[in-house]
Nanobody
Framework: QVQLVESGGGLVQPGGSLRLSCAAS????????MRWYRQAPGKERELVAG????????NYADSVKGRFTISRDNYKNVLYLQMNSLKPEDTAVYYC??????WGQGTQVTVSS
């Protein structure tokens, strides 16, 4: 079955960087669009970024454009999210997603001084 395991979260100061990873297994990773979502306390889960199956096309939420980069390694079956210039409002649990409804367990990102 589909397994998605996120890692790379943690506590970082404003302006810092983190790289999230999502190790995928149990499906043909290279054939699927992949997405990162996040959910902050008391808020709904929101789409952060998406990437096509080949990696040639990406899209981002306006709130992270120019700061976050989504990428994938179809040989290693890993999805990445490089997060730069982090802000306190980026604090959330970040989830890896295979549409429509397969999710990882999430990784906590906290941006605070």
């Amino acid at each position: 079955q589909v397994q998605l395991v996120e890692s790379g979260g943690g506590l970082v100061q404003p302006g810092g960087s983190l790289r999230l990873s999502c190790a995928a297994s149990g499906f043909a990773f290279s054939r699927y669009v992949m997405r990162w979502y996040r959910q902050a306390p008391g808020k709904e889960r929101e789409l952060v970024a998406g990437i096509s199956s080949s990696g040639g096309s990406t899209n981002y939420a306006d709130s992270v454009k120019g700061r976050f980069t989504i990428s994938r390694d179809n040989y290693k079956n890993v999805l990445y999210l490089q997060m730069n210039s982090l802000k306190p409002e980026d604090t959330a649990v970040y989830y890896c997603n295979v549409p429509p409804n397969s999710w990882g367990q999430g990784t906590q990102v906290t941006v605070s001084s």
